[in-house]
């Protein structure tokens, strides 16, 4: 009996090392497969605008991005699998595409780049990650290459804000967006409140039917301070970091912004979860009406159930974000998916030749659209699509009120740091919020700036 | 059977059943999970309409039989790889009575309590330096080693069972030590190599962290770092998803456990309490 | 008596040493290299012991060097307490036995990935399965965002997933003891509590150490079930040395830092794996 299982087993083995090898070699390149009815309807769309040269040897171009290309439920992987095909279709470059994970991009670039090599030419990767690899090295900058482009006088105000911010540049936006604040007329018919003072009053009257002026996300992560604790601090004129990206939250801004999120929670004004759960489960008492509105993002009209639905049917609007008392306007946070080119990139011709193409009209407004963001050229902003109510009230609010994301060398680590210690203080109120926060500072200039 | 006996035993019985019960309340759940409809999976225990499209969209997005079938190669390989070394190793340990061999034991059980996260980065800079990445030919390697101590103690303990008088019985009929070996020895603990490829496969199949960081290519990618990518790719909540590829991944290592118990229990007891 | 069997020892560990030191050794010796340098924009310089004084020297550390022994104290307590209830139990020789083994030993086949989602799942706020039993119990707090409700949630699932393992090398130790001096001792009128206090204790003793520390190694190394269920959250209160170190490495690209955090580990294993060796040796001289 034994010695049956055994031999099965074995054969198994050996089946499978066979396979092996008989897989090893495919593996080793692979390329996005171009049918042809696909990359003609493209390819008439897009060669109007750009002539691109095709060199002798066109050569190849690794490409990370996050989308499975196979997907063709969603607009965005349909479209970037279209671009792709047109461009190897045009260039003659050869595309060799891999997926991963959003939020674990900066992570295996970076990984990737310490172990010294095999990096990817090219990677879509969100805002929020570049500062990171910035600073781990393991982006190029293309300040030049950008600046030598067709496309770059027709970047908008927006893009330039995101990308030029320290004067170099490392990554191009493929599309703006950023926080927003989408609000329930039955709760607010005549607008939501924009003041800390209005935020309290509208509690006043929800609180005792066991609803909640809004909802939004607090919790343990760097995006939760970045998107949602920051942009309080701005409205009072404050910052997070200094000029030379070193922590200065100890303020009596900081100050004043968790007193307001403690008292919203003392008061029932905000849900619980708001400070302790993830995400999506924060999103929960909007979707379920108990909340009169959620922060979000442009971004939230695909992912939060519902939204465009009840945006469309004109029962939902994008709202002014809260200031603090004696604060001059609220904020909100700006974000992007963006272009870069890895420090190792064996291809960066292609790599710029590929955002070249990426860059024309036809491809980048339905591609924003696809995103739900803001185009970033000029141009493509033209496109009827962005005339609808909904980028009409989005591209209002970002240019309002968008403030663009601080520059640290440790951002996420501070951000990251940061969110443990508010969701401590929330959770535990008699905690001192200025002490707490002082000998944060000051292990954060300990541990990574001195 | 005395009456306070069977009091006793119907007693130590219930509190079993019980106590079985909430420990495969979990698995089951997850199983209940997959089969509700999307947005459904809170809003009841079991499905209100019992549904399969979870599994259908599973297999519909991405390349996740491709995913599954990495993960069996490189899981096989893997437990090979570690079988064939551990077993000759712990054969040498097991029989043979040579210089220096109390260190290398303690050095291998040493092996055993290495924190592996920081490892992965140089195991990424050697890879790439012998153009192994994303090749099964690397996974294979890396798994292979990562089960090798663990595995010694396995096979070692077998081997500590079998009575010496075999071999020596073959040498005297002029087998030849080699021989001796793949005749009268293997064939005798082929519970412990069942149970060593065994134990290694469930722990490769199962492993997530080595294959998300030294894996990128998506067609090379394993089924964990797969439902990985499902929480992050898809949009939204897709919980019940999630559960499907949850149960897939299950499945394999369930269905092997069921089947071979008595070997992998033990080769556990072999492994860790002999050792 | 054991031959030295010449070359033949030698030839048969080499490639078990090869593989070893391929993927486990030179990384680790590499790692250790790594936590005295510091990469910053792409270059890399040699720090001494900075990292290590930097880390040190952060609340931060104190903290989940706190949370690590609570986890581990907890986690190995009612490891080995239930395990040991279970194992005697099951030494009677109960007709299902075999039924039992299955079940008890199936969340141990099970990745820490998926099982750490269903666990999650369990606890959520509102909608957890668990969570709405247990509610009304503990004045309706979602249990998962306190710090104590989450470390109770992460020691549980983890004192879920090891069970088996002790159980079995505590089981197997029991069988080791000859039922004739139990039965003896109970001819001789020892009580059932008597049995157990003054001779299974007593003979068990070296086992339960050994189980203990493996355990404990393991409960220090593993964080794909905590960085699974609750990422290290709320705050801090789950955030053990092993998510620190993956949070530097894998969140932040501080693999200087991280590799500091790997080494301390490393010097806490050490120092358990001493203990180990030291109670297995006792152990086997008891055995013997």
Redesign the interface.
């Known amino acids: 009996m034994l010695r049956r299982v055994f031999s099965k087993l074995l054969a198994f083995a050996v089946l499978f090392s066979l396979l092996l090898a008989a897989c090893a070699p495919q593996t080793v390149v692979q390329t996005v497969e171009v049918p042809k009815e696909v990359v003609k309807t493209v390819e008439v769309q897009v060669t109007k605008e750009v002539q691109v040269e095709v060199p002798a040897e066109p050569g190849s171009l690794r490409m990370w991005a996050f989308f499975d290309l196979t997907d063709t439920q969603d607009r965005r992987p349909v479209q970037l699998k279209q671009i792709i095909e047109a461009f190897q279709a045009t260039t003659g470059v050869k595309v060799e595409y891999e997926q991963v994970a959003w939020d674990q991009m900066a992570t295996k670039v970076a990984f990737a780049h310490q172990a010294g090599g095999d990096l990817p030419d090219l990677i879509l990767i969100g805002a929020e990650y570049l500062d990171g690899l910035i600073n781990a090295g393991a982006l190029r900058s293309i300040k030049k290459e950008i600046e030598g482009t067709p496309f770059y006088n027709d970047l908008n105000e927006f893009e330039k804000k995101l990308n030029e911010k320290t004067g170099d540049r490392f990554a191009v936006s493929t599309f703006i967006n950023g926080g927003q604040w989408y609000y329930d007329t039955e709760f607010y018919p005549e607008g939501f409140p924009d003041t800390e003072e209005g935020w309290f009053s509208a509690c006043e009257k929800l609180a005792p039917q066991g609803k909640y002026v809004a909802t939004f996300f607090a919790g343990r992560h760097p995006a939760a301070m970045a998107q949602g604790l920051a942009p309080l601090v701005w409205s009072l004129g404050g910052t997070i970091f200094n000029e030379k990206g070193e922590p200065n939250f100890a303020s009596e801004e900081m100050v004043k912004a968790l007193t307001f999120w403690r008292t919203l929670l003392e008061k029932k004004c905000v849900p619980e979860i708001a400070f302790t759960g993830d995400w999506t489960a924060t999103e929960g008492p909007f979707i379920e009406r108990t909340a009169g509105a959620v922060r979000g993002g442009t971004w939230s009209y695909i992912y939060i159930p519902g939204l465009k639905e009840r945006f469309e049917a004109g029962t939902v609007k994008i709202g002014n974000p809260p200031a603090l008392s004696g604060g001059k306007q609220g904020y909100v946070f700006m974000g992007s998916d963006n272009w870069a080119v890895t420090a190792g990139a064996k291809n960066v011709e292609n790599a710029i030749k590929f955002i070249n193409f990426f860059f024309t009209p036809a491809v980048l407004a339905p591609w924003a659209d696809a995103n739900y963001g803001v185009p970033p050229t000029k141009s493509a902003m033209d496109n009827p699509i962005f005339a609808s109510q909904f980028y009409k009230d989005s591209l209002d609010n970002l240019t309002r009120n968008a403030h663009p994301t601080e520059v640290s060398p440790y951002y996420n680590e501070t951000m990251d740091a940061l969110s443990a210690k508010v969701q401590e203080l929330m959770l535990n109120p008699d905690l001192d919020i200025l002490q707490e926060m002082s000998k944060l500072q000051e292990q954060l200039l300990n541990q990574y700036f001195k | 059977m005395s009456r306070r006996k069977l009091v006793e035993s119907v007693l130590i019985n219930a509190f079993l059943l019980l106590f079985c019960l909430i420990i495969l309340f979990p698995v089951v759940y997850s199983f209940l999970v997959s089969f509700h409809e999307p947005k459904t999976a809170f809003l009841s225990i079991l499905p209100q309409r019992w549904t399969l499209e979870n599994y259908a969209r599973l297999f519909r997005y991405g390349q996740f039989p491709r995913y599954i079938l990495n993960s069996i190669i490189n899981g096989v390989g893997g437990a090979v790889v570690t079988t064939i070394a551990a077993t000759l190793t712990a054969y040498a340990l097991a029989r043979f009575d040579f210089k220096g061999k109390g260190a290398i034991e303690a050095f291998i059980l040493g092996m055993m309590m290495l924190p592996g996260l920081t490892n992965l980065i140089p195991i990424l800079k050697i890879a790439s330096d012998l153009g192994l990445l994303n090749t099964y030919t690397l996974m294979i390697l890396v798994f292979g080693a990562y089960g090798v101590p663990l595995s010694i103690w396995i096979m070692k303990g077998f081997f500590e069972s079998i009575p010496r008088v075999l071999e020596e019985a073959a040498a005297i009929d002029g087998a030849t030590p080699v021989q001796t070996f793949l005749r009268v020895v293997l064939p005798i603990t082929t519970p412990g190599l069942i149970a060593t490829l065994l134990i290694n496969f469930v722990y490769n199949w199962n492993n997530f962290l080595t294959p998300l960081i030294l894996i990128n290519k998506t067609s090379m990618k394993m089924a964990t770092v797969g439902l990985f990518d499902f929480q992050h790719v898809l949009e939204g909540n897709q919980d019940e998803l999630l559960a499907a590829a949850c149960v897939v991944i299950m499945v394999p290592a369930l269905v092997l456990f069921l089947r071979l118990r008595d070997y992998f229990l033990q080769g556990m007891i072999e492994g860790a309490v002999k050792g | 008596?054991?031959?030295?069997?010449g070359i033949?020892?030698?030839l048969?560990?080499l490639?078990?040493?090869l593989?070893?030191f391929?993927?486990?050794?030179?990384?680790?010796l590499?790692?250790i290299y790594?936590s005295l340098t510091r990469?910053?924009?792409?270059?890399t310089e040699f720090v001494g012991l900075d990292n290590f004084r930097?880390?040190l020297?952060?609340?931060?550390f104190y903290q989940s060097l706190q949370a690590t022994l609570i986890f581990t104290a907890f986690y190995v307590l009612f490891t080995i307490t239930i395990a040991y209830a279970?194992a005697l139990?099951?030494n009677?020789g109960?007709r299902?036995t075999?039924?039992?083994?299955?079940?008890?030993?199936?969340?141990w086949?099970?990745?820490?990935?998926?099982?750490g989602?269903?666990?999650r799942?369990?606890f959520?706020?509102?909608?957890?399965?668990i969570q709405n039993l247990i509610a009304p119990l503990i004045n309706n707090i979602?249990l998962?965002?306190?710090?104590w409700g989450a470390m109770i949630i992460v020691i549980a699932a983890t004192v879920?997933r090891s069970?088996s393992?002790a159980m079995?090398?505590l089981l197997?130790?029991l069988q080791t003891i000859p039922t004739e001096i139990t039965e003896a001792a109970q001819i001789d009128g020892a009580s059932g509590f008597g049995v157990f206090r003054y001779i299974t204790w007593p003979l068990m003793l070296p086992?339960v150490v050994v189980t203990a520390v493996?355990i404990l190694?393991q409960g220090i190394?593993g964080?794909?079930m905590i960085l699974s269920i609750t990422?290290?959250?709320?705050?801090?209160a789950t955030?053990v040395l092993?998510i620190m170190?993956?949070?530097q490495?894998?969140?932040?690209?501080?693999?200087g830092y991280?590799?500091a955090i790997?080494v301390l580990?490393?010097i806490i294993?050490?120092i358990?794996?001493a203990f180990y060796?030291r109670a297995l040796r006792q152990e086997s001289a008891l055995a013997a």
Do not use: C
Request: proline share 6%; net charge positive.
């Open positions: 008596m054991k031959s030295r069997g033949y020892p030698y048969l560990t490639p078990s040493l593989l070893i391929a993927v486990t050794l030179y990384p680790s590499y790692s790594m990469s910053k924009h792409g270059v930097r880390i020297n952060t609340t931060d279970i139990m099951l009677r109960l299902l075999g039924f039992y083994m299955t079940i008890i030993f199936l969340p086949v099970l990745s820490e990935i998926t099982t989602v269903v666990w799942w369990m959520y706020p509102k909608e957890g399965i979602a998962i965002t306190r710090p879920w069970i393992f079995l090398l197997a130790g086992t493996f190694i190394n964080v794909g990422e290290g959250g709320p705050g801090r955030e092993g170190m993956y949070r490495a894998v969140q932040y690209y501080n693999f991280a590799a790997a580990l490393l294993n050490a358990l794996a060796l």
